[in-house]
């Protein structure tokens, strides 16, 4: 029996891993299947670097290890798309930003335990300049393409891997989550997207925007792939400051069905949600309340929390960062970046304090609100995908930062029309997390 490597190329992981091991397809077929689209696709504007021949050589390789008997790993052979933050030895790292910036010399961790396991690296996608936006918008690389709303942005920062994913040019994608990065994209091009907790994937070799809150994100076709790859990526690492080191693993999902408490946001309007998202938001949880059994959810107005104002602390915070970090490869950069970058020259020290301080007692609420629940449930985005080469709304990241500047886990489903659900759990819960998103996708008819 065989599989099309053009239907594979755009089916869920397990079914793809599934065809490798029992022989219907070859990580060759897949691979040059997926690299054909890459060409084929040009005008999405999904790819900043591609590596067809080291492509080609690793699914070979990965071919061999299989008839040997001897698969390195659970994601050997599995073509995978790897957001242009990250490094990847023999490859540069742009950031989206001009000018080449030289070979890199060794590996990501991430990318590391990647390729330990056997994935095969097509190259790198494109991001918004810096990694400094929420619509896909680069310069100097053009803007990304939305594959599945054509006349829709892409969003951002990780626009290229959620294109490219989205396009079947890979089975799985890497990006860069720090406000919302992953997510955003992952709603506006109708995939599943995952921010682990922070510090449980190491950043080290993954270009800075704001190490404080930086994290790899996962982009997939279904919740079940997400909990396929982040074993394999998980794992504390000495080299990255911010790294967790526990004496247990990842909680593990033991919530009792019908006893599960839910937070659901109700000042949505409040937090700048269009009334689209609002009316699409309520009408999901009346279709999801049975997950929930008699345990009635908790109204819950997050307005109090003014994430919009310590999101713009972490702005501040995060321009500082690009400052610091990539100075010297900003000539040429867009009048928008260095724009928002003279701001962070203008301000001092002592503002960078009131910053960190800022984020420091949103981490200490958010940590009181689980308190009164195990799962927040809230949209993904704020407002349908903007149009393609429109303004970039202000407050897209407001929704996805209230997570993010807690360092909690978050999960977005696919909704209709470029929307997303998004559930927070406390930190560690990530596993939790993707067993009730598996629930919910398959009684809300997310559709992916």
């Known amino acids: 029996m065989t599989a099309s490597p053009d239907d ?39 790819w900043t670097w591609v590596d067809s021949a080291g492509a080609i050589a690793a699914a070979r390789a990965s071919d061999d290890r299989r008839a040997e008997g001897k698969p390195l790993g659970r994601l050997d052979g599995v073509p995978i798309a790897i957001t242009d933050a990250f490094d990847i030895a023999g490859m540069p790292t742009g950031l989206g930003l001009p000018g080449h910036p030289g070979l890199a010399a060794e590996d990501a961790q991430v990318v ?87 510090g449980e994937l190491s950043a080290r070799g993954m270009a800075a925007a704001l190490r404080r809150l930086d994290c790899p994100g996962l982009l997939t076709r279904a919740v079940q792939d997400v909990g396929l790859v982040l074993p394999v990526l998980a794992g504390y690492d000495a080299g990255d400051p911010r790294s967790r080191k526990r004496r247990v693993p990842l909680a593990p ?16 309007a409040a937090m700048g949600a269009d009334a689209t998202v609002v009316e699409n938001f309520s009408a999901l949880m009346a279709r999801v309340a049975p997950v929930f059994g008699s345990a009635l959810p908790v109204a819950l107005e997050v307005a109090p929390l003014d994430v919009a104002e310590t999101r713009r602390a972490a702005l501040l915070l995060m321009e500082a960062e690009i400052l610091a970090a990539h100075e010297s490869r900003l000539g040429g950069a867009s009048q928008r970046l260095m724009g928002l970058l003279d701001f962070a020259k203008r301000k001092s020290a002592a503002d ?70 998004q559930l927070v759990g406390a930190p560690g819960s990530d596993l939790r997390l993707l067993e009730l998103g598996g629930v919910l996708a398959s009684v809300a008819d997310t559709g992916e």
């Not at 869920?12 to 689209?37: I, M």
């Not at 903007?386 to 929704?399: F, N």
């Open 8 to 46: 594979l190329r755009q089916a869920p992981l397990y079914r793809v891993l599934h065809a490798l091991a029992r022989g219907e397809t070859t990580s060759e077929a897949l691979t040059g299947a997926c690299l054909a689209a890459i060409a084929r696709d040009g005008h999405l504007n999904a």
């Open 112 to 198: 590391r335990r990647l390729r330990g396991a056997g994935a095969v690296f097509l190259g790198k996608t494109n991001l918004d300049e810096a990694a400094f936006g929420t619509v896909g918008r680069n310069p100097h690389f053009g803007d990304v393409r939305n594959p599945r709303l054509p006349d829709r942005a892409a969003g951002g920062a990780s626009g290229g891997s959620a294109a490219a994913l989205a396009a079947g040019h890979a089975v799985v994608a890497l990006g860069v989550d720090t406000l919302g990065a992953t997510r955003i994209p992952a709603a506006f091009c109708g995939l599943v997207g995952h921010k682990p907790t922070l």
């Open 253 to 268: 999902p033991d919530w009792v069905p019908g006893e599960l408490k839910a937070g659901v946001v109700t000042d949505l």
């Open 352 to 421: 960078a304090a009131r910053a960190h301080r800022r984020l420091d007692g949103h981490i200490v609420k958010v940590r009181r609100l689980f308190e009164q629940f195990d799962v927040l449930l809230l949209p993904t985005v704020s407002t349908v995908p903007p149009a393609w080469g429109a303004a970039e709304p202000a407050h897209l990241a407001d929704l996805t930062a209230l997570a993010s500047l807690a360092g909690c886990p978050a999960l977005s489903l696919p909704l209709p029309d470029g929307l997303g659900l």
